[in-house]
């Protein structure tokens, strides 16, 4: 397996060829993503939206929630950028989740949870969006063709993903196992539910008056539909037509939760793949450890991107019951391997005793063991910072930020995309916003401050 630099400039660009040719074949069986309209899926189709001029007034947002009708007109998260040059110009593309007010509603669990869409921008900062599905553009006309790529599957009763979806990474890759013409194939890793009923813990839940019905057996869980996420496989030729990779579970799923009793057995959460060299490939993917009673990160490996092998719980935040921002553990992250120092770099996202969500930093020299945790976050909620204005419109991120994707720059920079919401425990995500580096990126140091439209 070999893997082509997503990183910033200066650090390693990839050119996507112009004239690359579609995608032959999958050595695995597909499910392609446009036959037929779920719920989620009702939305208008195309009506691009030009969002730079939406987001002036407020710190740090790069854009909030879609129009009504929308796809993610009721929720918008979970950033994943990538940066490319090709063809004389800059390409930043976004792949992040929204939820329509017809798609079902897990937000006390995992806020804003739907279907997956792109964006796009020149630079990083000014995006368009579509309002509906992408059209399936080619040609010139491919680069402007924005909007939903992935919704949950209608088609096939049994698999994970039938009830939401959120996506975790986007990756250009080849492989042997993927015949593609010659060229990398976009892997887009993304964690699904279906409408089977699962355990959830009430230290879990935001809000103890969730609609969610207390299991009558125990007492002491909570029944809900869409909480036992699996991760899950989609490939693209281009970024936006994706189609779905059948795993060997037989949900479809790269793999299952643990069994009962295991660290992971309520769900695996946004799993996020390092290629760390040849034949090691490592997912990174959070859980709720019930016996901790707090949120996990753990490991799993795989020679090829299909087969993978679970190693374990890796790293798990602050002190239980302490004043820490991550004393209830770690969950979405996003790990970087430093181009410069080869370390390993995890920005996750940290919660709280009172469920706030805040954004930390570990760091690690393998990427497996001996995280060393910055004790303070680097990007805390508007509410619990500094670097804001008192006005209102400068609060969309006021209660709780999370979901962090990192882009490292050059010269030891870093851009740190996040979502945020006004409300600290409860709700979608509202908003996608950036945040840059203020230092030189030593480690232990590291702060984020809002980007300001001035």
């Known amino acids: 397996m070999s893997s082509a630099s997503l990183a910033a400039p200066a650090k390693g660009l990839y050119a996507p060829s112009s004239s690359s040719r579609l995608i032959t074949s999958f050595c695995r069986r597909t499910h392609h993503t446009n036959a037929g309209l779920t719920q989620c899926q009702a939305a208008s189709r195309g009506a691009h939206l030009d969002t730079s001029a939406s987001t002036s007034s407020q710190p740090g947002l790069i854009f909030g929630l879609g129009e009504s009708g929308a796809w993610d007109e009721a929720g918008v998260g979970h950033p994943v950028v990538r940066y490319y040059l090709g063809d004389n110009e800059q390409r930043w593309f976004m792949w992040y989740t929204g939820r329509s007010n017809k798609c079902h509603n897990i937000d006390d669990i995992f806020p804003a949870s739907g279907s997956i869409g792109v964006a796009v921008s020149s630079d990083g900062v000014n995006w368009s969006r579509g309002r509906g599905s992408v059209e399936g553009a080619r040609g010139e006309g491919r680069s402007a063709d924005v ?52 355990n959830i813990p009430p230290s879990m839940l935001s809000d103890s008056s969730s609609s969610a019905d ?62 760390s060299g040849t034949k090691d490939m490592r997912m990174y993917y959070h859980s709720f450890d019930k016996t901790k009673n707090k949120y996990v990160v753990g490991l799993a490996t795989s020679p090829d991107g299909f087969k993978w092998t679970k190693q374990g719980p890796i790293f798990d935040g602050g002190s239980p019951g302490s004043n820490d ?130």
């Open 147 to 198: 909007g939903r790529v992935l919704s949950p599957n209608e088609d096939s009763w049994w698999w994970h993903d039938t009830c939401h979806m959120h996506v975790s990474d986007v990756q250009i890759m080849s492989s042997d196992s993927v015949s593609s013409g010659g060229t990398g194939v976009y892997w887009c890793f993304y964690s699904g539910g279906n409408f089977e009923e699962g």
């Open 325 to 454: 921002f991550d004393a209830k553990g770690a969950a979405t992250r996003c790990v970087v391997r430093d181009i410069d120092t080869k370390k390993y770099f995890m920005f996750y996202e940290g919660i709280a005793e009172d469920g706030r969500r805040s954004i930390g930093v570990a760091i690690s020299d393998d990427g497996i063991q001996n995280w060393k945790r910055q004790p303070e976050p680097v990007l805390p909620s508007s509410g619990c910072s500094d670097d804001q204005e008192e006005s209102e419109d400068a609060r969309w991120d006021n209660g709780s930020v999370g979901t962090p994707c990192a882009v490292s720059m050059a010269k030891g920079k870093w851009r740190l995309y996040y979502s945020g919401r006004k409300t600290a425990t409860s709700g979608p995500w509202e908003g996608i916003g950036l945040a840059l580096s203020e230092d030189d990126g030593q480690p232990g140091q590291l702060k984020f401050k809002r980007r300001s439209s001035n």
């Open 214 to 275: 207390l299991d009558s057996a125990t007492s002491t869980f909570f029944k809900r539909e869409g909480v036992t996420l699996r991760p899950g496989l989609a490939m693209s030729q281009d970024g936006r037509n994706f189609a779905r990779i059948e795993a060997d579970h037989h949900t479809g799923a790269l793999f299952d939760v643990g069994a009962p009793g295991e660290w992971d057995e309520l769900f695996i959460g946004a799993p996020q793949v390092v290629n």
